[in-house]
């Protein structure tokens, strides 16, 4: 499987390059962000921004043409490079 998974420089909580064998993906069929602090973020800043995975479903693994195992390891990268935590691009 090839992979690339490049977030925006200044948006880091999103994804500049996404694709899966070479079909642009969408990091919302994977999971979520969310801010788990929010409540000591600052306005339009988030404290402990990360990436959540969801289960997936096969219409998700039938449009990439992913087993499980696949899906998992994808999740896994998201996680890694979606990590943003405290942020203030939005500021």
């Known amino acids: 499987m090839e992979l690339i ?23 919302d069929d994977f999971g979520d962000m969310h801010d788990h602090d929010a409540e000591s973020a600052e306005p339009y800043a988030c404290a402990d921004m990360h990436f959540d995975p969801k289960p997936p479903t096969k219409e998700v693994l039938d449009e990439y043409n992913l087993t499980e195992g696949e899906y998992y390891n994808i999740c896994n990268e998201l996680e890694c490079k979606l990590c943003v935590g405290s942020c203030g691009w939005c500021v």
Do not use: M, W, Y
């Open 5 to 27: 998974i490049k977030p925006f420089h200044s948006l880091p909580c999103r994804l500049e390059v996404f694709t899966i064998n070479g079909k642009g993906a969408d990091q």
